[in-house]
C-alpha cells in the first residue's frame, strides 16, 4: 500500500440484483434527469431488502448555492419523502442503509457536490450513517455503480457494480 493509501475494512452491503435492477430501471425513467432514493434493510442485517423511489425536486432556482445546475446534474430528495428517510432511519426495524443516485453522464463516482451534501453541515462525518450508491446512466445503458462509505475521513468506494443494458 503506498503512502497516502487507507486500507479499506468497510464491508459493502449486498443489494440483490432485482433490487439493483429496480435502481436501473428508476435511472432509466428519470434519463437524463438524476434519479434519487434509499435502500432500505434490517438494522444489523449485511444486505438491503427494498427499494425507497425518491422524486428529484431539484430546482435552479429555489436552490441557493447552486443556480447554475439543474436536475440534469442535482438531486434534492423532495420534503416529505426526506422527513420519512428522516423518521425511517430513528424508528424502522428496516431503515435506509443506502442513498442513491444517478449521473446521467455515464460515470459513477462520487463527485464533490455529492460530498458536500452528505456531509453534516454542523460538524464532522456524513449527514446520515448510510453507504451511497451512485449509478452512472448514459442514453444507451447503465455504464456502471459504485457504492461508496465513509471510513471515518472520507468517503472511499467499497463496490464497483457491472451496468446493466437499460
Known amino acids: 500500500m503506498s503512502a497516502g493509501q487507507r486500507a479499506l475494512t468497510i464491508p459493502a452491503l449486498t443489494i440483490p440484483p432485482v433490487l439493483l435492477e429496480d435502481v436501473y430501471r428508476h435511472a432509466r425513467e428519470t434519463f437524463p434527469d438524476e434519479c434519487c432514493g434509499w435502500l432500505s434493510g434490517p438494522r444489523d442485517g449485511d444486505a438491503v ?3 425507497r423511489r ?3 425536486a431539484y430546482a435552479p432556482e429555489a436552490h441557493p448555492t447552486a443556480d447554475d445546475r ?3 446534474t442535482a438531486y434534492v430528495i423532495e420534503g416529505r419523502e426526506l422527513l420519512e428517510l428522516d423518521r425511517d432511519l430513528e424508528e424502522s426495524a428496516e431503515p435506509p442503509r443506502v442513498i442513491y443516485h444517478s ?3 455515464g460515470r459513477a463516482y462520487f463527485s464533490d457536490t455529492d460530498r458536500r451534501v452528505a ?3 454542523w460538524g464532522s462525518g456524513p449527514l446520515y450513517p448510510v453507504q451511497q450508491l451512485v449509478v452512472g ?3 444507451e445503458r447503465v ?4 457504492l461508496f462509505a465513509w471510513d471515518g ?3 472511499v468506494e467499497i463496490a464497483a457494480l457491472a451496468g446493466a443494458e437499460i
Open 49 to 51: 431488502t427494498r427499494v
Open 54 to 56: 425518491a422524486h428529484n
Open 70 to 72: 439543474s436536475a440534469e
Open 103 to 105: 449521473h446521467p453522464n
Open 119 to 121: 456531509l453534516d453541515p
Open 137 to 139: 446512466i448514459d442514453a
Open 143 to 146: 455504464v456502471e455503480a459504485k
Open 153 to 155: 475521513e472520507a468517503f
